[in-house]
T-cell receptor, first 113, second 116 residues
Framework: DTGVSQDPRHKITKRGQNVTFRCDPI?????LYWYRQTLGQGPEFLTY????????KSRLLSDRFSAERPKGSFSTLEIQRTEQGDSAMYLC???????????FGEGSRLTVL | AQTVTQSQPEMSVQEAETVTLSCTYD???????LFWYKQPPSRQMILVIR??????QNATENRFSVNFQKAAKSFSLKISDSQLGDAAMYFC?????????????FGQGTRLTINP
């Protein structure tokens, strides 16, 4: 069973650097979501894709953030000019038209020094 | 806008006992879905149980059941016969859209400890 996989699991970077996270959803799932979870809080919605189309972006997603899903399969989330406030767990989740739940990956933890 | 509130940051229970986690939500919509998710340490979040707002019957999944009070906008999770493997963060979540998996709004979470 290949669930949702995320890479890297942990990224430590210096302020001002760019980082990119990758998410591979469950293969038959057409919807893919990104959430951000800070310590002690619940996940917050960032954006989602249906196939390759990015259908909605949260106000949390500043101009420094960009997400893509070029072929409707894997997705990337890039953060440019990282700030310490970007430190969080970035969760990816996917779902399909016949499923009634989100399947989450283990997350990519970002630490900005 | 939807909001979800979990007022218990931490709960603990003796193994084999029953524990109830609280959740309240606020929405002006009549059609929505409610969820409880479990997030074990360093592992992915998994769905525990789901409730459709139009259904009056409370959802049950083995040792997990909910008490859904629509008028009070309350959605508590009861875990019976608690097991060590139940230790985790538990998140209550809701979504407006009929396709239940879209744009979940999460509460702050409750950390559940199981005492052997």
């Amino acid at each position: 069973d290949t669930g949702v996989s995320q890479d890297p699991r942990h990224k430590i970077t210096k302020r001002g650097q760019n980082v990119t996270f990758r998410c591979d959803p469950i293969s038959e799932h057409n919807r893919l979501y990104w959430y951000r979870q800070t310590l002690g809080q619940g996940p917050e919605f960032l954006t989602y894709f249906q196939n390759e189309a990015q259908l909605e972006k949260s106000r949390l997603l500043s101009d420094r953030f960009s997400a893509e899903r070029p072929k409707g399969s894997f997705s990337t989330l890039e953060i440019q000019r990282t700030e310490q406030g970007d430190s969080a767990m970035y969760l990816c989740a996917s779902t399909g038209p016949s499923t009634g739940e989100l399947f989450f990956g283990e997350g990519s933890r970002l630490t900005v020094l | 806008a939807q909001t979800v509130t979990q007022s218990q940051p931490e709960m603990s229970v003796q193994e084999a006992e029953t524990v109830t986690l609280s959740c309240t939500y606020d929405t002006s919509e009549s059609d929505y879905y409610l969820f409880w998710y479990k997030q074990p340490p360093s592992r992915q979040m998994i769905l525990v149980i789901r409730q459709e707002a139009y259904k009056q019957q409370n959802a049950t999944e083995n040792r997990f059941s909910v008490n859904f009070q629509k008028a009070a906008k309350s959605f508590s999770l009861k875990i019976s016969d608690s097991q060590l493997g139940d230790a985790a963060m538990y998140f209550c979540a809701s979504t407006l859209l009929p396709n239940s998996a879209q744009k979940l709004v999460f509460g702050q979470g409750t950390r559940l400890t199981i005492n052997p």
